[in-house]
Nanobody
């Protein structure tokens, strides 16, 4: 049973920092592309950041220069360091694990989400 468990969400003031962590119970974690997405009320889920199995990173335009994604393949974790937080960063943040096989099969898993609220 694959599980992605997010932690680290909470309430933070504008300009503050927060670190999210996702613990993944996945065989061959190192082969998965890992990502963080977020969904604000009334809005579609959007990409925050992704990191490939090789360690390449990609960020959504709204978080570039403020957020950093990292992974630890020995611990099966992926973290999101968030800095200079803005009220518009308020959302539920979801961890995602994705793997595409040569056979065409795809494996796509999601966590339950963790709430991040940026407010004074």
């Amino acid at each position: 049973q694959v599980q992605l468990v997010e932690s680290g969400g909470g309430l933070v003031q504008p300009g503050g920092s927060l670190r999210l962590s996702c613990a993944a119970s996945i065989i061959f974690f190192r082969l998965y592309e890992m990502g963080w997405y977020r969904q604000a009320p009334g809005k579609q889920r959007e990409l925050v950041a992704r990191i490939t199995s090789a360690g390449s990173t990609h960020y959504g335009d709204s978080v570039k220069g403020r957020f950093t994604i990292s992974r630890d393949n020995a611990k099966n974790t992926v973290d999101l360091q968030m800095s200079s937080l803005k009220p518009e960063d308020t959302a539920v943040y979801y961890c995602n694990a994705f793997r595409s096989m040569y056979s065409g099969n795809e494996y796509d898993y999601w966590g339950q989400g963790t709430q991040v609220t940026v407010s004074s």
